[in-house]
């Protein structure tokens, strides 16, 4: 496996600080390299020139060179300078042969997502995404720019005219790409217009908090689910009937945190279905430290998305993991405090275990019968409906 360092400037709070780098390191192994040491750095503001400060550079330096490391990443973007300028820092004359690559977080989420999508229109969001990402940064970025074109190894000189045919013919690609999106995203407009008679249910949530296990159980289908991030980048649909109401179930990408705004805007068509929806489930994984701050990015995602306002289930997904907790979460107490801070509609489930989805189904049958009967005023269905698992 690849080895790598992580890097993060300091957080006032040395937890947040800490899970920060738990996230990346989980980034890295999702993208097949291992990280081997952090290196935290308290300062007011990163360095304009190499984001640490000379001193913590040389430290990270003297690491790399004594353990060859092959991957520097950082915690936040860095700027096309202080990718330049790291790079040459951290390239001696006798590792030319090896050279050391320095990432950051949006680079190494580019790369996951390039990985896991499937689709043609995925495919198109995710390279739409990183020309994007990659123009104001074409100096220094020769070999991620060659994985775009489908070559491998590095590049040999790089003058100012090459790079000024590698803008042109990005610029061009990205124009290119754009069109073949907009064209896609006509399709899938005419496919869902065909499904507008019909409740849409949308899963949401932050990455890796059990969504694609829950549309396994829910819709009894196998949509891949792992222990990895972004294991979903391609959005799934299931037609799901409960009781005697149908409706239609997707799955799309997980959330996270400083995700990478040309990724979010690049996968607003795929994200439509979250957009367009009628309900949404937001999933969260109520065991995790940090469980708080990832509902936030999911809320905030949601807004930018123009998805806040749609009616929403609270999902608290993995509760068998809390029974291990010393002293017991009271469960009924969690409840009452997520709906002071606007979820009524909260239930908590264990998707691995199967606890509670009758629960889930039961709320959910309500919800959808309310959006059914707006389509179909004239539906009747009976007040309760008997669930067998």
Do not use: C
């Not at 790409?177 to 399709?187: N, R, S, T, V, Y």
């Amino acid at each position: 496996m690849i080895k790598a360092i992580l890097v993060a400037l300091a957080d006032k709070n040395s937890k947040i600080t800490n899970e920060h780098l738990d996230e990346l390191a989980f980034l890295a192994e999702t993208a097949g390299i291992e990280a081997k040491q952090r290196f935290v750095q308290r300062l007011p503001q990163p360095d304009v020139r190499t984001f640490v400060g000379k001193g913590k550079l040389a430290e990270i330096k003297d690491y790399v060179v004594a353990n060859e490391i092959e991957n520097v990443i950082f915690d936040d973007d860095l700027s096309a300078s202080q990718l330049r300028n790291l790079e040459k820092e951290l390239n001696t004359p006798e590792r030319e042969e090896g050279k050391v690559r320095v990432y950051d977080r949006s680079l190494l989420i580019l790369d996951i997502f390039s990985m896991r999508a499937q689709t043609a229109q995925s495919r198109a969001q995710v390279e739409l995404a990183m020309n994007q990402y990659l123009l104001p940064r074409l100096t220094r970025l020769w070999t991620h720019l060659e994985r775009q074109r489908g070559g491998t190894g590095t590049r040999g000189g790089s003058g100012e005219r090459e790079i000024e045919t590698d803008r042109r013919n990005i610029r061009y690609r990205i124009t290119l790409l754009k069109e073949e999106l907009e064209k896609i995203d006509k399709q899938r407009k005419t496919q869902r217009k065909s499904r507008s008679q019909v409740v849409r249910v949308a899963l949401v949530g932050y990455t890796n908090v059990g969504k694609s296990t829950l549309m396994n159980l829910l819709s009894k289908s196998e949509v891949k689910a792992e222990n990895k991030l972004f294991a979903t980048v391609d959005a799934t649909v299931r037609k799901v009937v409960i009781g005697d109401l149908p409706f239609l179930l997707s799955d799309t990408v997980g959330f996270i945190r400083k995700l990478p705004h040309h990724l979010i805007e690049s996968f607003k068509s795929t994200l439509d279905e979250v957009r367009e929806a009628d309900i949404l489930l937001h999933v969260v994984d109520i065991a995790h430290p940090f469980h708080d701050n990832q509902i936030e990015v999911v809320k905030s995602t949601l807004a930018e998305l123009g998805a806040g306002d749609i009616t929403t289930i609270l999902v608290l997904n993995k509760i068998d993991l809390l029974e291990k907790k010393d002293p017991p979460v009271n469960l009924e107490e969690l409840k009452g405090y997520y709906r002071e801070q606007g979820f009524d509609k909260v239930v908590f489930v264990s998707a691995e275990k199967k606890e509670n989805i009758q629960e889930l189904r039961k709320l959910l049958f309500a919800e959808v019968r309310k959006k059914h009967l707006m389509i179909y005023p004239n539906y009747v269905s009976g007040a309760e409906f008997v669930f067998s698992e």
